[in-house]
């Protein structure tokens, strides 16, 4: 297998998503950190086990669906929560208003279409056979990608992905939809079943990334410090 033959497996893996921009065209599809008037930022006097609460995303829920998420609400978001212990977690709330009914003073962002190429890790474990013959030939199976990371052909497939991909080009403030990367504290690539709903680029670090597990419906949020 050639660099060629590896980067048209990815090409035939690209997933559509959007690119959410704060400078940008068209209508208001989010709001990034802000505080929303109907989940004010301010910890309630009764909440002594908080010690305080930030907005960091809304969206519309139409993009999800358009990248094959399964929604139910009109808006979807999440806060950052810290304890009065100083743990923190996230708080993911889907909404029936539309964005547009919403008041919210945080930064207005603006969606275009865009095409999401695939980690080395998704092309090594969804690529055609050719890419199964290939790992068979450093005698590999799918899931041992980590092994081919030193491969003539595995060099030239990062260095086209770094070329595409939004975390390296910083041309988006988030991303909705499409393949989700390997951070470094990863054991393993995340399975199809766990979809990767928006990843956060603007103010890094930390990026923030939104998960929808399919066939359950439950959300998670990651924050990534590297």
């Keep these: 297998m050639t660099v060629d033959e590896l980067l048209a497996e990815g090409e035939r893996l690209c997933r559509p998503c959007f690119w959410l921009n704060v400078e940008g ?20 006097p009764e909440a002594t086990a908080l010690r305080s609460i930030k907005h960091i995303l809304t969206i519309d829920s139409g993009l999800l669906k358009r990248v094959g998420l399964s929604m139910r609400s009109s808006t979807v978001g999440f806060t950052e929560v810290e304890s009065a212990h100083g743990d923190t977690h996230y708080r993911v709330f889907e909404s029936d208003a539309p964005i547009s009914d919403l008041r919210c003073d945080g930064l207005p962002l603006h969606a275009a279409e865009g095409r999401s190429f695939p980690p080395f890790e998704a092309v090594c474990l969804y690529g055609g056979e050719s890419v199964a013959d290939w790992l068979k030939s450093l005698g590999l199976e799918r ?84």
């Design 25 to 44: 065209e068209g209508n208001v599809v989010g709001y990034w950190q802000g505080e929303r008037a109907d989940r004010p930022n301010a910890v309630p």
């Design 143 to 226: 899931h041992e990608y980590g092994w081919a990371e030193s491969a003539p052909e595995a060099v030239g497939y990062f260095d086209a992905y770094a070329a595409r991909s939004p975390i390296y080009r910083h041309d988006a403030d988030l991303v909705v939809g499409g393949w989700h990367q390997c951070w470094p504290e990863d054991n393993f690539y995340m399975p199809l079943e766990m979809r990767l709903a928006v990843l956060t680029l603007r103010d890094s670090e930390p990026w923030y990334e939104l998960w929808q597990a399919i066939g359950r419906g439950g959300w998670s949020v990651k924050a990534r410090i590297t």
